[in-house]
């Protein structure tokens, strides 16, 4: 069974740059026809994808933050990462890391990490 | 970013029948068979309960099924019971960037 961890800090300052971490258990994150995502959603609003990063370290990301998210990979530690920078109060929200399946189905996912931005 | 329109809640009885919709548009739910449905209990992480419409993942109780019409999907849960109680999602895979677009959620209370 594939376990997703998040972690990282709960409080970022406003304009710096929000940092998780997603640890990947029971399956590795450089095989298999699997994608690596981070979805989040803010308090009362929908779900929002943020980007997805492939075994071979490709990533694609949403284009309404492309301009500020990177999301990277280390295989060693069987981990993935993403980075938002010059946050602001709309980026406080709940972040989930996911593995994504040929490109289509979330079939696994983190608990969930609560990231508040303070100003 | 257009979102997936969900009703609020739903509530039924134990034993009864519930029906979420997940409405979209013609770059998504009624482009694509990919719609998704994930369950999520408060604190944990989501749970993918049926995928490409119909599918149920291995270990998902048969009483939850899924459908599609046109631009609209949906999620019945046959026989409701307590543990079914929660938040329902459904996902849409996307004609263009960004790729995959979620509702907003559905309450479901079993009374």
């Known amino acids: 069974q594939v376990q997703l961890q998040e972690s990282g800090p709960g409080l970022v300052q406003a304009a710096q740059t929000l940092s998780l971490t997603c640890t990947v258990s029971?399956?590795?994150?450089?095989?298999?026809?699997?994608?690596w995502s981070w979805i989040r959603q803010p308090a009362g609003k929908e779900l929002e994808w943020m980007g997805r990063?492939?075994?071979?370290?490709?990533?694609i990301y949403n284009p309404f933050l492309e301009t500020r998210v990177a999301i990277s990979r280390d295989s060693s530690k069987n981990q993935f990462s993403l980075h938002l920078s010059s946050v602001t109060a709309a980026d406080t929200a709940v972040y989930y890391c996911?593995?994504?399946?040929?490109?289509?189905?979330?079939?696994?996912w983190g608990q969930g990490i609560l990231v508040t931005v303070s100003s | 970013q257009s979102a997936l329109t969900q009703p609020r809640s739903v509530s039924g009885s134990p034993g009864q029948s519930v029906t979420i919709s997940c409405t979209g548009t013609?770059?998504?739910?009624?482009?694509?068979?990919?719609v998704s449905w994930y369950q999520h209990h408060p604190g944990k992480a989501p749970k993918l309960i049926i995928y490409?419409?119909?599918q149920r993942p291995s270990g998902v109780p048969s009483r939850f099924s899924g459908s599609k019409s046109g631009d609209t999907a949906s999620l019945t849960i046959s026989g409701l019971q307590a543990e079914d109680e929660g938040d329902y999602y459904c996902?849409?895979?996307?004609?263009?960037?960004?790729?995959?677009?979620f509702g907003p959620g559905t309450e479901v209370t079993v009374l």
């Open positions: 013609s770059t998504d739910v009624d482009a694509y068979n990919f």
């Open positions: 029971g399956g590795s994150i450089s095989s298999g026809n699997y994608y």
């Open positions: 996911a593995r994504l399946v040929s490109t289509l189905i979330f079939d696994f």
């Open positions: 990063i492939y075994s071979s370290g490709a990533a």
């Open positions: 490409a419409i119909t």
């Open positions: 996902c849409s895979f996307r004609s263009t960037n960004p790729y995959y677009v």
